[in-house]
């Protein structure tokens, strides 16, 4: 698994982006990068509006997964292709590699991570126990109340698409 280009898909440049309310648009491109390769989930996103925010400093065990080899994913991965990139992401981490920001959706109270779920897995066995997120909801209000009541750091503005 090739990570997406480090500068181009970086915490700092999804900050960047979430200032200049173009959260979406940065989504977008990354999940159409090679790396991400999740050109559905970006076409799905691009189909309705959602409002953004972050990103946000999350536990990892807020997280949602729904990737990987366990039985009851969602989205069933071989084990041996998810352990090989997994560890992959492991060993980049080790030479300094910075993730781009995971994306989540506020669904039911809970925190569905809908892309990086490799990432999260490589974060977590690296030693991390919190990651970065791009979290969307359904709506306005949703996002507000999130806002309001969350516990996690928020660390850039919010922004609707």
């Known amino acids: 698994m090739t990570q997406p280009s480090s500068t181009r898909f970086s915490l700092a440049s999804a ?9 979406a648009e940065w989504v977008g491109d990354f999940l159409s990068s090679r790396g991400s390769d999740n ?41 041996e292709e998810w352990h090989e990139d997994v560890r992959e992401m492991e060993e980049s981490l080790e030479e300094g590699w910075e993730p781009p920001p995971l994306l989540a959706e506020w669904q039911d109270d809970r925190l569905l991570l809908q892309d990086g779920n490799h990432r999260a897995e490589a974060l977590r066995r690296d030693g991390e126990d919190h990651a970065w997120v791009l979290v ?3 709506d306005e209000a949703a996002r507000e ?10 660390h850039a503005p919010v922004a609707d698409t």
């Open 145 to 154: 109340e999130f806002r309001r009541t969350t516990r996690y750091a928020l």
């Open 39 to 79: 050109v559905v989930l970006a076409a799905a996103l691009a189909q309705a509006r959602h409002w953004w925010l972050g990103p946000v400093r999350v536990p990892l065990d807020d997280l949602v997964r729904l990737a990987g080899p366990e039985d009851e994913a969602l989205v069933p991965i071989e084990a």
């Open 15 to 23: 900050r960047a982006a979430a200032e200049a309310d173009r959260i």
């Open 136 to 138: 969307y909801f359904p």
